[in-house]
């Protein structure tokens, strides 16, 4: 099996996002990083496409949600993943997205899109179709 999984804010753009890709249809899981501290953590144990979107309002340093990060320092959790995913505003300039190179370095997998807030048509036919043949290429 394969999975995706997601962090979105209260905004819920990036589940918005998510939601518009219909992966279950593919046979893709989707798992939700929890929004609250208190709430149970999640751990994945299957190979995963992380999509992530990007805070800081342009501060690089600042790009990757806390939650993400948490889920990502379990070591259990970031053996699976094998790629990333990011979303930003282009109005962070040099800082759009930033989230997703900063944890594709730090994880060493690629970085295999961007897309801006809830992200065009187009942005979730390429991540739709682009994680099938990822998931077909890489079973495991």
């Given amino acids: 099996m394969s999975a995706i999984v997601y962090f979105s804010s209260a905004s819920r753009n990036t589940e918005r996002f998510v939601d518009s890709c219909d992966f279950p249809a593919l046979g893709v899981n989707v798992r939700r990083i929890p ?16 999509i992530v979107p990007t805070y800081g309002g342009g ?9 993400v990060k948490r889920f990502l320092n379990d070591a259990g959790n970031r053996q699976w993943i094998r790629g990333v995913i990011a979303s930003g505003n282009t109005n962070f300039g040099e800082a759009y ?12 997998v690629p970085l295999m899109y961007r897309f801006e807030l809830m992200g065009t048509r187009e942005d979730v036919t390429a991540v739709r179709n682009g994680v099938a043949k990822f998931f077909a290429e890489h079973p495991s």
């Fill in 35 to 50: 929004l609250l501290p208190a709430d149970d953590p999640l751990t994945v144990h299957e190979p995963f496409i992380l």
């Fill in 59 to 67: 501060d690089a340093r600042k790009a990757v949600p806390v939650q």
């Fill in 97 to 108: 997205a930033a989230a997703g190179p900063i944890v594709a370095r730090k994880c060493r």
